[in-house]
């Protein structure tokens, strides 16, 4: 049974029933059995689907917005965002997958050759709580345009988000069978990435979970994808239009209640300008309001869990016992929920807990450099590698961003994923690439095709 606590009240929400190893079997099979014909399907039908999925979410705006308030927190108006930002995700690959996957022709010795891309089969998706709906569009739109076929393990504290995806493709008239609903027990999830009609893996969330993924995977020779945890830098350098920097690292830091892996984590700032940075960032972190997620006033809502929160608290505890001076928040509140309060760390150094795990939450941490060469090397000196963002004149930035240790780089801008783009991390942020071009790439098989010798 998949029990749902409301983060909101503390209260139970609902429960779900979870699928037993045959049921379970029983809906791989299916996907598996699908795939015959919609691997056959062209692109101008599976994108018709999926553009009849998108225009349902963004009709459904707010009822689908509204399981993930419930579930896991997220403020309505950030969940509406996250709505029609999964809509735009499947009207992308719909509009794009086609030339992406295009035939290459290659010169080699033969008449023609080339390289094409086919489907796998049914691709398992392992999906975290804190994006319920993009993070199941980013997974599904590039994999369902590929031809392959898709098998949903959502979270199990979010299963009425699950349900609703897989319901939205139903509602869309997608063929039976291509785009599943697993909700499994965490335990039998091995035994899904093990089956023999599964033919890749896609998971996102901690570095420790995909590392266990990732051997299972291997073990039955399968490709998987891992987006995992950040400790993301942001380095702000003596050059930086400060007002801005503080105004899109705050924002990046408490996008939803800071459960982010690629919100900002570790602000690193150049002394001379560190002063005043924490000044402008401290001044728009206490004018955050928190509370119910449902009010569209609401900034910042509650951490998905009870056991989330407690970590968090640990981290914050064992960071100020470090040395840390706390300048906002860092205590728990009393009362209903799993509210944890915007906090900002100063006086951080890269050795302190809140800079050596990732912390999943409302709390921003300061870290002072010398110049930019000491900031570069504080930002790389993580076993993450996920996003990062540059604050400096351009040119500089764009210098530096060959130097960080990281899949992504913003300069002088908001560090957040995009349906064109690709995403991903290294190190022990992940393997492979989501979303853009390069992410519609890892389900396929790159198949190359020498057709007779050339005609002397």
């Given at each position: 049974?998949?029990?749902?606590?409301?983060?909101?009240?503390?209260?139970?929400?609902?429960?779900?029933?979870?699928?037993?190893?045959?049921?379970?079997?029983?809906?791989?099979?299916?996907?598996?059995?699908?795939?015959?014909?919609?691997?056959?399907?062209?692109?101008?039908?599976?994108?018709?689907?999926?553009?009849?999925?998108?225009?349902?979410?963004?009709?459904?705006?707010?009822?689908?917005?509204?399981?993930?308030?419930?579930?896991?927190?997220?403020?309505?108006?950030?969940?509406?965002?996250?709505?029609?930002?999964?809509?735009?995700?499947?009207?992308?690959?719909?509009?794009?997958?086609?030339?992406?996957?295009?035939?290459?022709?290659?010169?080699?010795?033969?008449?023609?050759?080339?390289?094409?891309?086919?489907?796998?089969?049914?691709?398992?998706?392992?999906?975290?709580?804190?994006?319920?709906?993009?993070?199941?569009?980013?997974?599904?739109?590039?994999?369902?345009?590929?031809?392959?076929?898709?098998?949903?393990?959502?979270?199990?504290?979010?299963?009425?988000?699950?349900?609703?995806?897989?319901?939205?493709?139903?509602?869309?008239?997608?063929?039976?069978?291509?785009?599943?609903?697993?909700?499994?027990?965490?335990?039998?999830?091995?035994?899904?990435?093990?089956?023999?009609?599964?033919?890749?893996?896609?998971?996102?969330?901690?570095?420790?979970?995909?590392?266990k993924v990732a051997a299972m995977a291997a073990s039955e020779i399968k490709p998987a994808v891992l987006e995992l945890g950040g400790s993301d830098p942001a380095?702000?350098?003596?050059?930086?239009?400060?007002?801005?920097?503080?105004?899109?690292?705050?924002?990046?830091?408490?996008?939803?209640?800071?459960?982010?892996?690629?919100?900002?984590?570790?602000?690193?700032?150049?002394?001379?300008?560190?002063?005043?940075?924490?000044?402008?960032?401290?001044?728009?972190?206490?004018?955050?309001?928190?509370?119910?997620?449902?009010?569209?006033?609401?900034?910042?809502?509650?951490?998905?869990?009870?056991?989330?929160?407690?970590?968090?608290?640990?981290?914050?505890?064992?960071?100020?016992?470090?040395?840390?001076?706390?300048?906002?928040?860092?205590?728990?509140?009393?009362?209903?929920?799993?509210?944890?309060?915007?906090?900002?760390?100063?006086?951080?150094?890269?050795?302190?807990?809140?800079?050596?795990?990732?912390?999943?939450?409302?709390?921003?941490?300061?870290?002072?450099?010398?110049?930019?060469?000491?900031?570069?090397?504080?930002?790389?000196?993580?076993?993450?590698?996920?996003?990062?963002?540059?604050?400096?004149?351009?040119?500089?930035?764009?210098?530096?961003?060959?130097?960080?240790?990281?899949?992504?780089?913003?300069?002088?801008?908001?560090?957040?994923?995009?349906?064109?783009?690709?995403?991903?991390?290294?190190?022990?942020?992940?393997?492979?690439?989501?979303?853009?071009?390069?992410?519609?790439?890892?389900?396929?098989?790159?198949?190359?095709?020498?057709?007779?010798?050339?005609?002397?």
């Amino acid at each position: 049974m998949l029990r749902v606590i409301n983060p909101t009240s503390g209260q139970l929400l609902h429960e779900y029933p979870a699928l037993d190893r045959d049921s379970m079997n029983v809906r791989i099979d299916g996907a598996n059995r699908a795939f015959a014909d919609w691997r056959q399907r062209s692109f101008t039908e599976r994108a018709d689907i999926l553009h009849r999925v998108a225009a349902l979410l963004r009709a459904e705006e707010v009822e689908l917005a509204r399981h993930m308030t419930d579930e896991m927190g997220k403020p309505m108006k950030e969940a509406r965002g996250e709505v029609l930002k999964a809509a735009w995700c499947a009207e992308h690959y719909a509009g794009h997958a086609e030339t992406y996957l295009k035939p290459v022709s290659l010169a080699s010795d033969a008449s023609h050759s080339y390289v094409q891309h086919l489907p796998l089969g049914p691709v398992l998706g392992i999906l975290p709580w804190n994006a319920p709906f993009w993070l199941a569009f980013r997974f599904c739109a590039p994999a369902l345009m590929a031809g392959n076929t898709c098998l949903l393990k959502h979270d199990p504290h979010v299963p009425a988000c699950a349900e609703a995806i897989t319901d939205l493709f139903v509602r869309a008239g997608a063929p039976k069978g291509i785009m599943q609903n697993l909700p499994l027990e965490t335990p039998d999830v091995e035994a899904a990435i093990r089956h023999p009609a599964v033919r890749a893996v896609s998971f996102t969330g901690s570095s420790a979970g995909g590392s266990k993924v990732a051997a299972m995977a291997a073990s039955e020779i399968k490709p998987a994808v891992l987006e995992l945890g950040g400790s993301d830098p942001a380095i702000v350098l003596a050059d930086a239009d400060l007002e801005q920097a503080a105004d899109l690292i705050g924002f990046s830091r408490i996008i939803n209640a800071g459960q982010s892996c690629i919100a900002a984590k570790r602000i690193i700032v150049e002394a001379s300008v560190h002063d005043r940075f924490v000044e402008l960032l401290k001044a728009r972190l206490e004018k955050l309001n928190q509370g119910d997620p449902a009010d569209p006033e609401t900034d910042i809502g509650p951490i998905a869990r009870e056991n989330l929160r407690d970590e968090l608290a640990r981290q914050v505890d064992d960071t100020i016992a470090a040395g840390a001076r706390c300048l906002l928040g860092g205590q728990v509140p009393e009362g209903p929920g799993f509210f944890y309060p915007v906090t900002l760390l100063v006086d951080v150094t890269n050795d302190m807990t809140a800079c050596r795990e990732e912390t999943f939450g409302p709390v921003a941490v300061v870290l002072k450099a010398d110049n930019a060469e000491h900031a570069l090397a504080l930002a790389n000196d993580s076993e993450y590698g996920l996003a990062s963002s540059i604050w400096t004149e351009q040119s500089r930035g764009e210098a530096m961003a060959r130097e960080i240790e990281a899949g992504q780089v913003v300069v002088n801008g908001l560090v957040k994923t995009d349906p064109r783009l690709p995403s991903g991390g290294i190190k022990r942020s992940g393997l492979g690439r989501e979303l853009g071009p390069h992410g519609i790439l890892e389900f396929v098989n790159i198949q190359q095709v020498w057709v007779g010798p050339k005609q002397e």
